[in-house]
Structure formats: structure tokens, C-alpha cells
């Protein structure tokens, strides 16, 4: 139990244009999901709160305008990456929780971003 | 805010060796402290985890303990396999709060 997919798992984009990622939970209801950003050899560095229904919560030096967060169902949470730029090159992790136990998050499987 | 920290970035280990994984939390309100295994190119995966009313718990090969006073947990790793590698993270959280504070990572390579 307590599957989180995304997808896709890579992407590939030209710089200026627009890509979104999907996480979705595939075996729970997630009232909330968490959007991480990870560098090669690093932590994961959280970028916004999902609430379903509701505005996410964006991190600070997290531009809300350029990392798009839409969250339609207690099983589906979206992150458009608009107007890409190399620099938003990354591996891009959803997590979700599904409020039981200790608030458990349940991380998805990464989504690799490469904008030439 | 809460800050973690985690040593050694790098461990390199024998087959069959075991592995320690350290981490020190500077906020005395933290209570709960999981542990994630990350391969390459995956999402962190949850191992273990405990709460700070226990000193230690165990799960087969793994092992974590946690020194409240201390503010100091680490993850043990006996019998290790070339599998066990990977990056590992640890964590800390409030229980009643969904986001952790994630350590630097723990690179774990196994030798044959």
C-alpha cells in the first residue's frame, strides 16, 4: 500500500517552452502533497505544500509563477514548470501523505528534467 | 528552525561489514526521526523510523537509536549486502507536522 507514481519519469524540453509533472496516489487518499526539488548530490530541498482544493504553500525563494501547483483531487497533484530554463533542470520529487500513522509521507519514484 | 545534521556524505564498506550512519537535530521539539534509503534515480523510500519516546528499534539488518538528550539518532546496517547501497537520508520532524528536516545524505557504497 501507500504508492505514489509520477509521471513522466524523464522529460526532455527546450528552454522558454512548458512542462507539467503529475503525482498521483495510487492507493490513498492525500489531502496533502509536497513538491521537492533535488540536485545531483544533495537533499531534498522542499519547494511548496498541496492542499486539495486549496492554493499551495510555496517555500520561500520559490517563485509561485514560475512552478505552477495545481491540486484537482485527493489523489492528483500537478507541477507546471513554466517557461523552463536550464537552470530549472533537476530531479523533481512529489511526496504525499495519507494523514494516517505519523503523517507519514510516501515519496514518488523522481521525475528527471532536462531543458536544453 | 530545525537543522539536521549528518555525517559520514561518503561510507565505504566491506560485503558482510556493518555501517553507521549519524545524525545530530538541533530542535528539542522533533519527535519523531525517519530514515530513507534513496537509489539511483528513485524517490527516497522509507526504511525506518522511530519516535522519541524509544531508545532504539529494529527491523532485521536494521537498527536505529536515538539519544533524546543527546539530540543524536543513527542508523546501523549489520551484514551488509552490495543491495544496501545507496544514498541515505535521515530525518526530523514534529509528529503532528507532515514536513521533515532532511540530514545531507549518507552515499553507503558495499563492496563485493
Known amino acids: 500500500g501507500a504508492v505514489v507514481s509520477q509521471h513522466p519519469s524523464r522529460v526532455i524540453c527546450k528552454s522558454g517552452t512548458s512542462v507539467k509533472i503529475e503525482c498521483r496516489s495510487l492507493d490513498f487518499q492525500a489531502t496533502t502533497m509536497f513538491w521537492y526539488r533535488q540536485f545531483p548530490k544533495q537533499s531534498l530541498m522542499l519547494m511548496a505544500t498541496s492542499n486539495e482544493g486549496s492554493k499551495a504553500t510555496y517555500e520561500q525563494g520559490v517563485e509561485k509563477d514560475k512552478f505552477l501547483i495545481n491540486h484537482a483531487s485527493l489523489t492528483l497533484s500537478t507541477l507546471t514548470v513554466t517557461s523552463a530554463h536550464p537552470e530549472d533542470s533537476s530531479f523533481y520529487i512529489c511526496?504525499?501523505?495519507?494523514?494516517?500513522?505519523?503523517?507519514?509521507?510516501?515519496f514518488g519514484p523522481g521525475t528527471r528534467l532536462t531543458v536544453l | 528552525g530545525e537543522n539536521v545534521e549528518q555525517h559520514p556524505s561518503t561510507l565505504s564498506v566491506q560485503e558482510g561489514d556493518s555501517a553507521v550512519i549519524k545524525c545530530t537535530y538541533s530542535d528539542s521539539a522533533s519527535n519523531y526521526f525517519p530514515w530513507y534509503k534513496q537509489e539511483l534515480g528513485k524517490g527516497p523510500q522509507l526504511i525506518i523510523d522511530i519516535r522519541s519516546n524509544v531508545g532504539e528499534k529494529k527491523d532485521q539488518r536494521i537498527a536505529v537509536t536515538l539519544n533524546k538528550t543527546a539530540k543524536h539518532f543513527s542508523l546501523h546496517i549489520t551484514e551488509t549486502q552490495p543491495e544496501d547501497s545507496a544514498v541515505y537520508f535521515c530525518a526530523a520532524r514534529i509528529l503532528r507536522s507532515y514536513i521533515p528536516t532532511f540530514g545531507r545524505g549518507t552515499s553507503l557504497i558495499v563492496h563485493p
Open positions: 511526496s504525499a501523505s495519507p494523514g494516517l500513522r505519523y503523517n507519514e509521507q510516501f
